[in-house]
């Protein structure tokens, strides 16, 4: 089955083709991205995986504290990120109070 793993407490010095690295042994990597900032380009510390595996959590419990660069990695199994728009149930930040004048 596919699954999407988030990595956390990433290197800065770990790119997209590292995290595939380190994730390879453990089953077919679909994907394995490192997030970056969008105004320095820089890494913002972690990244998320898309891999073909059998076990979950075997493969959580093997990756999970794999030391980099001395820093130990945080895996678990990304969350779906909640739908945005004007039908998502959320306030947004438009407007205000209006009557505070």
Do not use: C
């Amino acid at each position: 089955m596919q699954v999407k793993l988030f990595v956390g407490n990433l290197s800065w010095s770990v790119g997209d083709a590292e995290l595939t690295e380190i994730f390879a042994g453990h089953g077919e990597v679909q994907s394995a991205r490192v997030i970056n900032d969008r105004d320095t380009g820089r890494s913002r510390g972690f990244g998320f995986v898309e891999i073909e595996t059998q076990d979950v959590t075997a493969l959580i419990q093997a990756t999970d504290g794999y030391e980099i660069d001395g820093r130990n990695l945080r895996v678990n199994q990304a969350e779906e990120k909640p739908a945005s728009g004007r039908n998502s149930g959320g306030r947004g930040g438009y407007g205000g109070r209006r009557d505070r004048y």
